[in-house]
């Protein structure tokens, strides 16, 4: 039988935040997902915060040699967190839609 790699269970872990970014957001895009309820610039940025921890796993799973999964999650999640942290910070500034 033959040995698994070293990093399989980082392997796996990538694979599964690289889909938590982007499901996510279209839960929220779509109000199935309030994390606060009526407070969208909170709700916007735990998007923020959520897609930053799943890039950040993209990046330390790229650096203990799982290239493929590490930057697939990285990108995936940095889709979502470059969108919603413009939104997030142009609703802090105090603009409005």
């Known amino acids: 039988m033959k040995?698994?790699?070293?990093?399989?269970?980082l392997r796996v872990f990538a694979?599964?935040?690289?889909?938590v970014g982007p499901l996510c957001s279209v839960q929220y895009e779509h109000g199935r997902l309030p994390f606060f309820l009526n407070d969208t610039v909170h709700n916007l940025w735990l998007l923020v915060i959520i897609a930053g921890l799943c890039m950040a796993v993209g990046v330390v799973s790229f650096i203990k040699r799982?290239?493929?999964i590490g930057t697939l999650c990285f990108l995936s999640n940095c889709a979502v967190l470059g969108l919603y942290g413009f939104i997030a910070a142009f609703f802090a500034l105090g603009y409005s839609r």
């Open 3 to 9: 040995k698994p790699p070293p990093n399989l269970g």
């Open 15 to 19: 694979a599964a935040t690289a889909f």
């Open 66 to 68: 799982a290239r493929i």
